[in-house]
């Protein structure tokens, strides 16, 4: 799990924009409208030209909404060879494909639309987690961090560019600048959840500014309530205070609403430090289920066999 709550992926594929939650039906006769405009030639305000490529996107948007990725992907295709410079269509074409885990075709697309509009934030966002995801080195996306910085400079008053950058500064485990990146994004969008639940878990996870962090992550908490990341660090950072009953329960509710590997392990370290060995086995063998690639766990583990 990543400090907002999600591997990269799941990130990903969690920012969708608002279109998405239209219904399906809804879908069809935006479509309908554009492709009847189109052919009667009425089309008054908009433009006739593209109206075809937009029909195209919508019709894009909506299969791949409804988990059709092989059509979404065919109609992404023909809307970009009507128009191949729109960023945009490029950026939500490189999401489905990141669905279908084309992932070397989705780089192609991110890296189009960062060619038509070098100023957008997303498709560095995306390009840096798809690169963290793959597990290459920090070297490998230190050049988004690199765009994002630029982009920061373009539009200084974002605060997801410094919401971004701070994520990022974090896995480069550059914890200073990450900080202050967060902080500023905070300053910016007082309510921005993602970013005090970041701040305040970070100092949790390093041990530092502990009443700052439960205020960082309680804000957040009020922003979205059912969050099982932030619950998760409101739980971690009791366990580091040393109020283990309210750690215990904080947990078992983060994980009833988002059984996670990290917040398994949380739980089973607070059962193993309330020396409940047979609840911490449990919650440990069930993280591990869900994340098998954690060797430290299984030590962990192993060393219950004499308990």
Known sequence: MSLTGFTPLETI?????????????????LAVIFIVLAVKGDVSALDKKASLPLTHYIMALFYS??????????????????????????????????KKNE???????????????PEAIEPHA????????Q????????????????????????????????????ELKNNVISEEELKKAIVLKPDYAEA??????????????????????????KVDP??????????????????LKQAKETLKKAVSLMPDAVIFEHLGDVNFKMKDVGNARFNWQESLKLNPNQDDLKKKIEALKNK
């Open 196 to 221: 005090l639940n970041f701040l305040g878990y970070t100092y949790v996870e390093n041990n530092k500014r502990l009443k700052e962090a439960e205020d960082l992550i309680k804000r957040a908490l």
């Open 226 to 243: 059912a969050n099982g990341a932030y619950i998760d660090s409101l739980g971690w950072l009791y366990y580091k205070q040393g109020r």
């Open 126 to 133: 995306v390009l840096a987690l798809l690169n963290l995801a």
């Open 135 to 170: 597990g290459k080195p920090s070297a490998a996306f230190r050049e988004y961090v690199a765009a994002l910085k630029n982009a920061s400079k373009l539009n200084p008053n974002n605060p997801e560019v410094h919401f971004y950058l701070g994520a990022l500064y974090s």
């Open 103 to 117: 992932i070397s075709r989705a780089k192609d697309e991110l890296n189009y639309s960062i060619k038509f509009d």
């Open 65 to 98: 909404n409804s988990g059709e990725l092989d059509k979404a992907v065919k109609e992404y295709e023909e809307s970009l060879r009507l128009d191949d410079e729109a960023a945009l269509v490029h950026l939500d074409f490189a999401l489905a494909l990141i």
């Open 13 to 29: 594929k969690r920012q969708q924009k608002d279109l998405m939650s239209l219904t399906g039906f809804t879908w069809v006769i």
